[in-house]
């Protein structure tokens, strides 16, 4: 193996992991201002699926009732029942890539940002950063000083 071919091996190597690389914060801080629902729901029921082509992408579907509606393109309301369908990816050992959209847990909260897929459904709009469990509201939530 020649040295000129090792580091154009090496170069492509380096390329696919800076092109699949953790997105920088302010990415997922535009897809949240930007996301056309900001609620806060409590998850009623989730149905997860193993891909059966891939056993590393979990087909989730979760139904959720809305607590509070931070903003709503669509109208929705506190109390509404919204069922949303994503698909969750496990990392291969050693990847680094954009964060996954994480499988949420049945009877929390989480304030989540969304956009309508079809007449029925919503899907995550802010990638990773897509539900904020409730334990963590107070990190994302900007403090005002009295």
């Not at 190597?13 to 997105?23: G, K």
């Amino acid at each position: 193996m020649t040295a000129k071919y090792f580091l154009s091996v090496l170069a492509g190597f380096l390329f696919l992991n800076i092109a699949f690389a953790e997105l920088p914060p302010y990415v997922y801080e535009e897809w949240q201002e930007n996301s056309p629902e900001e609620l806060i729901v409590t998850v009623k029921k989730i149905n997860i699926q193993v891909d059966e082509n891939n056993n590393r992408l979990l087909h989730c579907s979760v139904t959720v009732v809305i607590d509070d509606v931070i903003r709503s393109d669509t109208g929705l309301g506190d109390g509404t029942t919204v069922k949303i369908k994503y698909f969750h990816r496990i990392p291969e050992p050693y990847f680094a890539g954009p964060s996954p959209i994480p499988v949420l847990d049945a009877g929390q909260s989480y304030r989540v940002f969304l956009r309508k897929t079809d007449e029925k459904h919503y899907t995550p709009s802010a990638g990773g950063l897509s539900f904020i469990s409730q334990d963590n509201f107070q990190l994302f939530t900007p403090q005002v000083d009295d």
